[in-house]
């Protein structure tokens, strides 16, 4: 497989910024991904996915490889669970949607969000009191530096609040090939404890909801706080909430009497990010073709024509504007290159 040269990156990825990949290939199988590997052993790699949580600020000299490896199947299953798995190129959202349609519980609150399955314990994706670390059960990633298979089970993922050992300890040194999810079958625990969430059944006059009930209102509530990244162009919450000790922020609730927080243990308190950005002016804000999400502060989104470095420009005037009004570092959720 030759590479192709010189390609617009500006389709593969969710924010739609327009810079080239030198080289780029794309691996639809794990053989192909493996004789590019062993081909191109002595060059940098950049590994794409979905491009859904990457901000992208320059052209990509390395050789841009595209995991594109689908496949989805129930590996066993017993009276209440299923083990499900599905590959690295597999769509989220369609497999979440795939797993309801088999009546199988357990990934509802994580609909519609964007990316690829084998972005997912990477990031630890989560939404509405759930995390993809509360239903994997293992994953397969591939060893770069000797191209070996290595098998991760749940308590080797390291998982944390939007993190795991792939950001840390092993990043860049292995990419997820495939996940292993446990669903249930029947006795579904659902989660439905967010307000957003409960207003929606509510709404819609749903006392006993069923799992798929769950995931509509979900992607109710998504589509209506998050533009759709085909008509302008983001990466969803480009912060991760801050956690802070619960002294700093009685000292701040002092100040901030409606402050909203979440508890997270007896120690730490989780404040959301998009309520501080939004109190310190910058929801709904725009800078040329750069701006903050009208409806949802923590989402940036490129209007058009932005360029990543002004997105990232943006970013760091929000961190810096929230640090000095508030005392709390928030970080991006988005990883930036």
């Known amino acids: 497989m030759i590479p192709a040269t010189d390609i617009s990156l500006k389709d593969y990825n969710t924010f739609g910024i327009?810079?080239?990949a030198q080289r780029f290939i794309v691996a639809t199988t794990q053989e192909q991904l493996l004789s590019?590997?062993?081909?191109?052993?002595?060059?940098?790699?950049?590994?794409l996915g979905g491009g859904s949580?990457?901000?992208?600020?320059?052209?990509?000299?390395?050789?841009?490889?595209?995991?594109?490896?689908?496949?989805?199947r129930i590996l066993r299953q017993d009276d209440d669970f299923a083990w499900v798995e599905a590959q690295v190129?597999?769509?989220?959202?369609?497999?979440?949607?795939?797993?309801?349609?088999?009546?199988?519980?357990?990934?509802?609150n994580l609909s519609l969000i964007p990316g690829q399955v084998g972005t997912t314990p990477i990031q630890n994706i989560g939404a509405y009191g759930v995390e993809v670390k509360d239903h994997l059960v293992e994953c397969v990633a591939l060893r770069l530096k000797?191209?070996?298979l290595v098998t991760f089970s749940n308590s080797q993922c390291a998982f944390d609040y939007r993190e795991s050992i792939f950001k840390n300890e092993?990043?860049?040194?292995?990419?997820v090939l495939s996940v292993v999810f446990k669903l249930s079958k029947r006795n579904h625990q659902l989660q439905i404890g967010y307000g957003a969430i409960k207003a929606a059944l509510q709404e819609q006059k749903i006392a006993q909801p069923s799992i798929q009930d769950v995931s509509k209102a979900v992607i109710a509530i998504r589509e209506s706080k998050l533009p759709n990244p085909k008509e302008i162009g983001n990466s969803g919450s480009?912060?991760?909430?801050?956690?802070?000790?619960?002294?700093?922020?009685?000292?701040?609730?002092?100040?901030?009497?409606?402050?909203?927080?979440?508890?997270?243990?007896?120690?730490?308190?989780?404040?959301?990010?998009?309520?501080?950005?939004e109190q310190a002016g910058f929801k709904g804000k725009r800078f040329g073709d750069a701006g903050v999400h009208d409806k949802q502060a923590l989402v940036l989104v490129n209007y058009g024509k932005a360029t990543g470095a002004e997105i990232?420009?943006?970013?760091?005037?929000?961190?810096?504007?929230?640090?000095?009004?508030?005392?709390?570092?928030?970080?991006?959720e988005v990883n930036i290159f």
């Open 36 to 47: 590019i590997l062993k081909t191109h052993s002595d060059q940098a790699l950049f590994f």
């Open 170 to 175: 092993f990043k860049d040194q292995y990419i």
């Open 18 to 20: 327009d810079v080239k």
């Open 146 to 148: 000797d191209l070996s």
């Open 312 to 332: 990232a420009q943006l970013a760091e005037a929000i961190q810096a504007r929230v640090s000095e009004k508030f005392n709390i570092k928030i970080c991006a």
């Open 53 to 72: 949580n990457m901000l992208l600020t320059k052209d990509i000299e390395a050789l841009v490889i595209q995991l594109a490896i689908k496949g989805k």
């Open 89 to 108: 190129g597999e769509n989220w959202h369609e497999f979440v949607l795939w797993t309801l349609e088999r009546d199988l519980g357990g990934l509802e």
């Open 238 to 277: 480009f912060f991760k909430n801050p956690v802070i000790s619960v002294e700093q922020f009685r000292e701040l609730q002092a100040v901030h009497p409606e402050m909203p927080f979440y508890t997270v243990d007896e120690q730490t308190v989780k404040v959301p990010a998009g309520w501080l950005i």
